[in-house]
């Protein structure tokens, strides 16, 4: 079975080679080759000047994708419930706070200690936009993006209320890229809507399925796929920027991938 | 919303293992919290420990997930028949329709200590036997329990800091309400490591004797571990007697990492929402399981939301004296001593306070009380400003 219509009313991807929608875009249909290049984040300037100094790529990756997917919607982010979604959070901060524990003088970073839990980027949002609404941080490995977006969607559905996925992924320094080698950082946010607004570019459906995840056919594109758990949205990514309607399956889980449904 | 059964509900913690220590404990008014040095920490400190899991053995088939938290996760699976209510599920639902939405913060980050610890001194490589999808990662807990009962359903892990475990009750309830799974295993399993004691200590936040919520001495946490799961069914399956989820209150505080809003905006609004949810009135709370962490900023918040939403006189009291603040897995910790609150009637005095805060005149309670229950709300609030409250109502016979 799968769920009610919900709406796509903001989309929004930065990643490398792909530093906005419309790039993206003319690379998924495959207009102009991918590259992939290191992707340049702004300050987070809706951020007081004493947090502006102290977030790091977790923090201004995952602003940066929240306010453009808002904009697109032309939405207002204090009034979006919000799902935060990352494999391992703020990796260079989890790196320093390890490598401070193993020395002989663990004097931990009050502030880096605040920003090891997997919602601090969550938590910095709220700062920055006001936001009071609920909002949910969430972890399910390589399959943290489909997580992500049942959970969105289904906040949406019980809720009534518009909300915003923000899907973002950094990379661990060595030693602990060796067990988990994400290439580069990329995010991908989503406003999701419980009725058509003027800003709808599709309706999406969610079920899931034990049919096989779409893969990329192409290599660049699959090699993102592969390594960087927002990056599982690939497939969808490409079936939105056909403009057409359809289906595709994303990788999820053992046993269990999401199929999403796209309609006009 | 639509309501949901606890079908079963069980609980690990310092207090000991499955429902009748814990219920014993809540009667003698006894906590769990010690002073003692722990792992290579350099001081004394206070700790909320779960004794045994050195000797807990993960199943040869999932040898990789083994870590301090995935021990106490299977050590808490099995106690009080839950594997054996969870298997009775499957087969009622099949496995594609059963979710395990698990809240954690630690995950099992302490055996990625000990490897930085055990780094090679020329390569820097870690050990061979780190394994960190299975332990460290924030999901590993929720993998770990899709396997053990060969699950084929949604998964994930909401790492909220200490509201975790309590907001995977408002996932489970909206997925079931979206038709996508039939019941849903909630819960949060968090454990003692060097992050946690030592980050809190570099914030001044860890008391240097167990913790003494709402007392008016109270000057810090106490770090404890714990592991919490509930098997969640649609409600109308509920018999008298049974315990029924009935609110769930979502909200953030936008206002800083780590310290509450001071009038508690965050806190009054999730409770408010629970209580719209459940269509409850303040007055109908016959108990609040309060977060009361024992940290003076974050009691004072929570006491002044709870006085501006219930007034002074609904009874109330935190278990953190007990279990000491078992962060991600607190809310499911919490969901299940008020799930036990309503089945036996018995409203638990704090344990660690005596002397409560004349600057926050709630109905603080000190000693036991036992009297019938209808409607209990359990708050947890986390770093990040991240709120949830959840009420929890008893069916009438």
Same mark, same amino acid.
């Given at each position: 079975?799968?769920?009610?219509?919900?709406?796509?009313?903001?989309?929004?991807?930065?990643?490398?080679?792909?530093?906005?929608?419309?790039?993206?875009?003319?690379?998924?249909?495959?207009?102009?080759?991918?590259?992939?290049?290191?992707?340049?984040?702004?300050?987070?300037?809706?951020?007081?000047?004493?947090?502006?100094?102290?977030?790091?790529?977790?923090?201004?990756?995952?602003?940066?994708?929240?306010?453009?997917?808002?904009?697109?919607?032309?939405?207002?982010?204090?009034?979006?419930?919000?799902?935060?979604?990352?494999?391992?959070?703020?990796?260079?901060?989890?790196?320093?706070?390890?490598?401070?524990?193993?020395?002989?003088?663990?004097?931990?970073?009050?502030?880096?200690?605040?920003?090891?839990?997997?919602?601090?980027?969550?938590?910095?949002?709220?700062?920055?936009?006001?936001?009071?609404?609920?909002?949910?941080?969430?972890?399910?490995?390589?399959?943290?993006?489909?997580?992500?977006?049942?959970?969105?969607?289904?906040?949406?559905?019980?809720?009534?209320?518009?909300?915003?996925?923000?899907?973002?992924?950094?990379?661990?320094?060595?030693?602990?890229?060796?067990?988990?080698?994400?290439?580069?950082?990329?995010?991908?946010?989503?406003?999701?809507?419980?009725?058509?607004?003027?800003?709808?570019?599709?309706?999406?459906?969610?079920?899931?399925?034990?049919?096989?995840?779409?893969?990329?056919?192409?290599?660049?594109?699959?090699?993102?796929?592969?390594?960087?758990?927002?990056?599982?949205?690939?497939?969808?990514?490409?079936?939105?920027?056909?403009?057409?309607?359809?289906?595709?399956?994303?990788?999820?889980?053992?046993?269990?991938?999401?199929?999403?449904?796209?309609?006009? | 919303?639509?309501?949901?059964?606890?079908?079963?509900?069980?609980?690990?913690?310092?207090?000991?293992?499955?429902?009748?220590?814990?219920?014993?404990?809540?009667?003698?008014?006894?906590?769990?919290?010690?002073?003692?040095?722990?792992?290579?920490?350099?001081?004394?400190?206070?700790?909320?420990?779960?004794?045994?899991?050195?000797?807990?053995?993960?199943?040869?088939?999932?040898?990789?997930?083994?870590?301090?938290?995935?021990?106490?996760?299977?050590?808490?699976?099995?106690?009080?028949?839950?594997?054996?209510?969870?298997?009775?599920?499957?087969?009622?639902?099949?496995?594609?329709?059963?979710?395990?939405?698990?809240?954690?913060?630690?995950?099992?980050?302490?055996?990625?200590?000990?490897?930085?610890?055990?780094?090679?001194?020329?390569?820097?490589?870690?050990?061979?036997?780190?394994?960190?999808?299975?332990?460290?990662?924030?999901?590993?807990?929720?993998?770990?329990?899709?396997?053990?009962? =060969?699950?084929? +359903?949604?998964?994930?892990?909401?790492? @909220? $800091?200490?509201? &975790?475990?309590?907001?995977?009750? %408002?996932? !489970?309830?909206?997925?079931?309400?979206?038709?996508?799974?039939?019941?849903?295993?909630?819960?949060?399993?968090?454990?003692?490591?060097?992050?946690?004691?030592?980050?809190?200590?570099?914030?001044?936040?860890?008391?240097?004797?167990?913790?003494?919520?709402?007392?008016?001495?109270?000057?810090?946490?106490?770090?404890?571990?714990?592991?919490?799961?509930?098997?969640?069914?649609?409600?109308?399956?509920?018999?008298?007697?049974?315990?029924?989820?009935?609110?769930?209150?979502?909200?953030?505080?936008?206002?800083?990492?780590?310290?509450?809003?001071?009038?508690?905006?965050?806190?009054?609004?999730?409770?408010?929402?629970?209580?719209?949810?459940?269509?409850?009135?303040? =007055?109908?709370? +016959?108990?609040?399981?309060?977060?009361? @962490? $024992?940290?003076? &900023?974050?009691?004072?918040?929570? %006491?002044? !939301?709870?006085?501006?939403?219930?007034?002074?006189?609904?009874?109330?009291?935190?278990?953190?004296?007990?279990?000491?603040?078992?962060?991600?897995?607190?809310?499911?910790?919490?969901?299940?001593?008020?799930?036990?609150?309503?089945?036996?009637?018995?409203?638990?005095?704090?344990?660690?306070?005596?002397?409560?805060?004349?600057?926050?005149?709630?109905?603080?309670?000190?000693?036991?009380?036992?009297?019938?229950?209808?409607?209990?709300?359990?708050?947890?609030?986390?770093?990040?400003?991240?709120?949830?409250?959840?009420?929890?109502?008893?069916?009438?016979?």
């Amino acid at each position: 079975m799968s769920t009610a219509m919900i709406y796509l009313d903001g989309l929004s991807v930065l990643g490398p080679g792909l530093p906005d929608w419309g790039t993206a875009a003319a690379c998924l249909r495959g207009e102009r080759p991918f590259v992939a290049a290191e992707l340049a984040l702004p300050a987070v300037l809706a951020l007081p000047a004493t947090e502006r100094r102290r977030v790091g790529t977790a923090v201004k990756l995952a602003m940066a994708t929240g306010f453009a997917a808002v904009a697109d919607a032309a939405a207002d982010a204090a009034q979006l419930v919000n799902v935060f979604s990352s494999t391992g959070g703020d990796c260079d901060n989890c790196h320093n706070l390890l490598e401070v524990l193993a020395s002989d003088e663990r004097l931990i970073s009050p502030t880096r200690f605040h920003n090891s839990v997997h919602n601090a980027p969550a938590g910095y949002w709220g700062i920055a936009t006001g936001c009071t609404a609920a909002s949910t941080s969430l972890c399910a490995y390589d399959a943290t993006f489909a997580a992500a977006l049942i959970e969105t969607a289904t906040q949406v559905l019980a809720s009534g209320q518009a909300a915003v996925l923000v899907a973002f992924d950094t990379a661990y320094p060595q030693p602990l890229y060796s067990q988990r080698p994400i290439p580069y950082p990329m995010g991908v946010g989503m406003v999701l809507a419980p009725q058509r607004t003027a800003a709808s570019k599709a309706a999406l459906q969610l079920a899931f399925t034990r049919d096989a995840a779409d893969v990329m056919a192409d290599a660049g594109l699959e090699q993102l796929r592969r390594t960087i758990p927002a990056a599982r949205s690939l497939p969808l990514l490409q079936l939105l920027a056909s403009g057409q309607p359809g289906c595709v399956v994303l990788e999820y889980l053992d046993d269990c991938q999401l199929a999403v449904t796209v309609s006009a | 919303m639509q309501a949901l059964r606890l079908s079963a509900y069980t609980l690990t913690t310092a207090l000991g293992r499955g429902q009748a220590p814990h219920l014993a404990a809540l009667r003698a008014q006894r906590g769990g919290i010690v002073k003692k040095r722990w792992e290579t920490v350099e001081f004394d400190v206070c700790v909320g420990e779960v004794a045994g899991l050195d000797e807990v053995r993960l199943p040869a088939t999932l040898a990789d997930y083994d870590c301090r938290n995935n021990r106490l996760a299977l050590l808490g699976l099995q106690q009080d028949g839950f594997a054996a209510q969870v298997q009775a599920a499957i087969g009622s639902y099949g496995t594609d329709r059963i979710g395990v939405f698990m809240g954690s913060s630690t995950s099992g980050i302490l055996s990625t200590e000990v490897a930085y610890r055990q780094r090679d001194p020329h390569s820097g490589a870690l050990p061979p036997d780190l394994h960190y999808r299975e332990t460290h990662n924030a999901y590993s807990v929720a993998d770990f329990v899709r396997k053990y009962f =060969a699950l084929s +359903g949604p998964a994930m892990v909401v790492s @909220t $800091a200490c509201s &975790s475990s309590a907001k995977v009750f %408002g996932t !489970a309830q909206r997925m079931l309400a979206a038709g996508l799974i039939d019941a849903a295993i909630v819960g949060g399993v968090d454990s003692l490591c060097l992050t946690t004691i030592y980050g809190f200590s570099s914030l001044q936040l860890v008391s240097s004797q167990p913790c003494r919520p709402f007392d008016a001495a109270r000057d810090g946490i106490s770090i404890g571990e714990g592991a919490a799961y509930v098997l969640l069914e649609r409600g109308d399956l509920a018999r008298p007697g049974d315990i029924i989820l009935t609110g769930v209150g979502e909200s953030s505080d936008a206002y800083h990492m780590s310290s509450p809003h001071p009038e508690g905006r965050g806190a009054h609004m999730a409770m408010q929402q629970a209580l719209q949810m459940s269509g409850l009135q303040p =007055a109908d709370i +016959g108990y609040i399981n309060l977060h009361g @962490t $024992a940290t003076p &900023s974050n009691d004072a918040a929570e %006491g002044a !939301a709870v006085l501006a939403l219930f007034g002074k006189d609904t009874p109330c009291s935190s278990t953190k004296g007990h279990t000491g603040h078992t962060l991600g897995a607190a809310g499911g910790i919490e969901a299940i001593f008020s799930a036990l609150a309503l089945r036996e009637g018995l409203l638990p005095g704090g344990v660690g306070t005596s002397q409560t805060d004349p600057a926050l005149p709630c109905n603080y309670l000190l000693h036991n009380v036992e009297q019938p229950l209808q409607h209990v709300l359990s708050n947890s609030f986390g770093f990040g400003g991240s709120n949830c409250s959840l009420v929890f109502s008893r069916v009438d016979a």
